[in-house]
């Protein structure tokens, strides 16, 4: 409720402008399952509704896959984890929502008007370790760059710029792709030690990452318990 979109597309490398599907009334259920007949193959469904007109925007599932399953959802993006049963690690997802090269309305929003199937961008990769919850980063006016909190099984809280955890990050870049400053894309996510924000004080067993906006634009003030 408190977040604030600075930009509402990104630039791309021909100069044209790729808008953000910023829809304030999209929530992101997840559903577990499990196949019938012997094999029981387990499974994870993910669907972003319009809590408003009920449509289902997107759906996506995973097959050999179980949770527990923590969700980050910010601006026009989502990033999950789940277990993956055929490679037994974790998992990190990421769905990308833009509108495309125009926009629908510049000024307003509304589930009522005609639906928008936007263009959506997904993204896997390889996280190392254990997790037991993750949060974004916040601030007073949403233009410092995201990054996301990962609480650790082993006691450390991991940041993580966003840009990492990009869906458009691609196997090979484009000279277009280079000058916006995309990375290329590598399946295993980092764990750099240095980007432990609680240095040597482990905290273990957290629950949830609260993090608010300070009065200073690049700063972020974190809870975790």
Known sequence: AQEHVHSQGIVLGDRNVLYKYINPNL???????????QKGQSFLNIYLIDAVSGAIVFHCNHKKARGPVHVVHSENWVVYNYWSEKQR?????????YEGTKQSNATAFSSLSAAINPLVMRQAYIFPGHLSTMQTTITEK??????????L????????????????????????????????????LPRPYEQIVNYNLSIYKIRAIHT??????????????
Not at 153 to 175: F, I, N, Y
């Open 27 to 37: 929530v992101v259920i997840t559903a577990e399952g499990q196949e019938q007949g």
């Open 89 to 97: 690690r974790v998992e990190m997802g990421v769905l990308e929502l």
């Open 142 to 151: 949403g233009i410092t760059n995201k990054h996301i909190l990962f609480a």
């Open 153 to 188: 099984d082993s006691g450390g809280l991991l940041q993580l710029p966003k840009m990492l955890v990009d869906a458009r990050r691609p196997l090979e870049l484009t000279p277009e792709l280079r000058e916006e400053g995309v990375m290329p894309y590598i399946p295993e």
């Open 212 to 225: 608010a906006p300070a009065g200073l634009e690049s700063t972020c003030l974190v809870f975790a318990y």
